[in-house]
């Protein structure tokens, strides 16, 4: 049974098993519309009804079949078999198609029924048929109550208008909907209309390989086989060659592609400019997958309309519609597409590509679904207390390792967990009270297998943040899980674990042979000793940045000391070690070449690029018993050795031993953090652990050109007061880090700004205005006719004019307070101080003799004439100052105090006084021979007789 509206427009058809309809008549002049509102509602349907057909017997109205711009088969498809659905309705040409649609088109569109919107009828559009999409493109004769109804297989947007109707269904292809009906109610089609049909159902459904296709389709696709679709036919219009212009972007956006391992899965980001591209890229998009076969794949290519987003997936685990949802883009789990509009129509600022890139690449991690069980996330060995521990044990053991709380364990069970709150709570009623009767009681556990959103609602049903993991066969406690380490796993952006990501390439290439040699060497040892040793910190993230560099410093998990002994033993040289650190140092400058000889490794092996020592540590665990207070170490994991680091980005570490070779562990998150440009610390107490580590963070920031993130921002200005309890050395120690950075201007700059320098001193500033003369004095070539030393007492020179300059501007009491605060060396106080006090005085020398200006710029060492120089070149004082440099000061008359004893003259002061009158005629150019010398010089020996 089935309802029927009949007349000479046509025939619409829906199936009702999937939709119920209201409907309401009006009458406008010579015209009977019947306006009808689809709900999607299965439930509500019975059986009964068969059909939905819609059919006028009034004047004609004018109905249309629209799809999206730059459409593929499957769009283009859709249009026919509603056409042959609704004869009376006009399929209409999108204005741009995809190549191999077009190809097809050129050949066989005079056979098809479609049209241009330029040729249209010039009358009012009355009902609209949207398929393969939801957006609306504005035809002349639209007016504002156009009926628009919709047959998608796309998910539903959620700013539809309300009056539009809908047909929604997850198929593989819209063209599938579409057949279905034609089943139902039309006759046969020819061998064009079902090759065409069954290219859109191909296309859409990669020839029904897609995760994403239904039985339906192949149900359709076999329809249209026995209608005679030609195979052959769709095999030439799906697989059609690059154009030369499409060859071109391929090789750029391969070239630009970049791979990301998000939450386990492979994601390859490229972006290229293309902005005098005609062509669709789609096809580029599938070339790209074949090649890469990446998980997910997601181009961003800069067009003359704007930004163009082509993404697709090959997993259940990224559902690329969901992310190009956020760019205001449309499409379905595997595949899908957007553009950002950009240039003069642009309605707000256009982002440019990288800025896209970026939303891109914050956006992947919230929607990438991540396989992580909680034996990935869970610390092992962990600290447990038994039923008996005191209060005040358990606040000792709180304070020093910072948990929040601690299992409580009977008999290898768990009975409970003892949480800060109760401990703080106890004590503050002064009441010791043992675990057991402080504890919130219970059994709860998980195992490694168990998948973290079971963890998560065990946390939120028992209330603990801390929860031990058991092994599911001796029932014996192996580690725990946190609720930290469970946001933080919720919030990662890219978890890579150690067994996914290999370096071993990218590290072979870094280091010189005989450094990789001594590498693999001490490796195999540790290996033998079944120690796990990795290689970390900055060395490990200037190795993903492509900075790499030859030092590098060696964890053991276990005993250092041992494995350095041992390799003393095997190769020679020297250890001395540190028990209470865990460290030793392996000296080996004198054994470099014997060691040589004895390493095993293919190539040219140079002693010379062997290190004089190796320094292996333990890794350990440190706390600190009150702020700037240097640490307490403790052996521990190197998941723990990696959390005492000051940023996330020098947490990363490269396994070495075994089967583990070059396998990068990242505990927490340094791996996300170097992909987004962030410096974040570790935990909240950082900055209260280690105040220097606000210096070191501007360091880095500026370094890397990445930004410190807001949460450490925000932990750095409640922080600033700790400088004041640092030792001057330390402070000066990381102000000469910084000083020595490829940019030191940028980082003083960034101090400045976040008031750091003033939480050092509050007198102690940075002028962006000595930008060019700090600029100078480290990077530029020193003037040779300066002759300036290599040091200012022990003190390497660069770093001396540095100081020099930003503090020789200052006011003498200030500079002064400031060189003690930094405790400055005795030499380069001095500098900065007689800089000081001439930088007042130096008006006062133009105009004035040479002889004058000698006698005061004397008494300032050349460093800081030099920095003056810097800090205002090109006036005329500092031409005097360059004068005074490079000649005036090497002015010395023929005479010397030899002369002057040989012409019976006492020595004395007197020798000083005629010495510097001889000196000073030279230099005022009073006397130019020795002839005039000798004559000045009885003159002077005269006049010192008669006085």
Known sequence: MGLWFTGGLGTFFLHPSRFWATWQSFIVPDNLLLKTRIHQNNSELGNDISLFQLNFRYNIVMQVILTHEQADFDAIAALLAAHILNERALPVLPRRVNRNVRAFLNLYGAELPFIEARDLPAEDIEIVTLVDTQSLITLKGMKDDTLVHVIDHHQAREDLPPDWTLVIERVGATTTLLIEDIQDHNGPLNTLQATLLLLGIYEDTGSLTYS??????????????????????????????????????????????????????????????????????????????????????FLLVNTIEGIRIVARSTTERVNVAQTVALFGGRGHEKAAAALIRTGDKATQPSPDIDEIYNRLVEALPSIVQPAITVGKIMSRNPRVLKPETSAEEAARLMQRYGYEGYPVVKDGRVVGLLTRRAVDRALAHKLNLPAVSLMDAGEHFVTPDTPLPYLQQLMADTGWGQVPVVDPETHQIIGIVTRTDLLKQIGKEDTIQPERKNFADRLEKALPPARLALLKTIAEEAHRHRLPIYVVGGFVRDLILERPSIDFDLVVEGDAIALARALE???????????????????????????????????????????????????????????????????????????????????????????????????????????????????????????????????????????????????????????????????????????????????????????????????????????????????????????????????????????????????????????????????????????????????????QPPSRVVARLEEAPIPALYAIVCLCPGNEICQILNRYATEWQKVQPLTDGYTLHAMGIEPGPVYRRILWALRAAWLDGKITSREQENALLNQLIYTQIIQ
């Open 212 to 297: 994403s296709t239904t039985p339906r389709d192949l149900r359709a696709a076999a329809f249209l086989l026995e209608q005679g679709a030609s195979l052959n036919l769709v095999d030439e219009y799906l697989n059609p060659p690059l154009s030369e212009q499409q060859r071109e972007l391929y090789n750029r956006l391969l070239q630009n592609a970049e791979s990301l391992h998000i939450h386990g899965q492979h994601i390859i980001i490229a972006k290229a400019e293309a902005r005098d591209i005609s062509e669709e890229i789609s096809s580029i998009a599938h070339k790209l997958r074949d090649l890469l076969d990446p998980d997910a794949l």
């Open 569 to 847: 033993k095997k190769y020679g040289g020297k250890v001395t070690s540190h028990s209470r650190f865990g460290t030793a140092k392996w000296q080996i400058g004198a054994i470099r070449s014997a060691l040589i000889e004895k390493m095993k490794a293919e190539g040219e092996l140079r002693a010379e690029d062997l290190p004089d020592s190796l320094d292996l540590i333990s890794a350990r665990t440190e706390f600190y018993n009150y702020p700037t207070a240097l640490p307490t170490v403790e052996r521990g994991s190197i998941k723990l050795d990696l959390h005492r680091r000051d940023f996330t980005i020098n947490t990363l570490a490269l396994r070495l031993d075994g089967r583990h070779y070059a396998t990068l562990y990242d505990y927490w998150g340094g791996m996300n953090d170097i992909k987004k440009k962030l410096v974040r610390v570790l935990h909240s107490l950082s900055f209260v652990d280690d105040p220097t580590r606000m210096l070191r963070a501007v360091r880095f920031e500026q370094r890397f050109n990445f930004r410190i993130e807001s949460r450490t921002l925000q932990l750095m200005s409640e922080a600033h007061d700790l400088l004041k309890q640092v030792s001057g050395d330390r402070l000066r120690h990381e102000l000469d880090l910084i000083l020595a950075e490829e940019n030191p201007v940028s980082a003083l700059n960034r101090l400045e700004e976040l008031n750091l320098l003033s939480a050092i001193h509050p007198d102690l500033h940075w002028d962006a205005s000595k930008s060019d003369a700090l600029w100078r004095v480290l990077k530029e070539p020193l003037d040779p006719a300066w002759q300036i030393p290599e040091s200012l007492g022990n003190q390497p020179i660069r770093n001396a004019l540095a100081y020099l300059v930003w503090l020789i501007p200052f006011p003498p009491v200030s500079s002064r307070a400031i060189c003690e605060r930094l405790k400055l060396s005795h030499h380069l106080q001095n500098a900065i101080l007689a800089g000081n006090h001439l930088m007042d005085e130096l008006p006062q020398l133009i105009g």
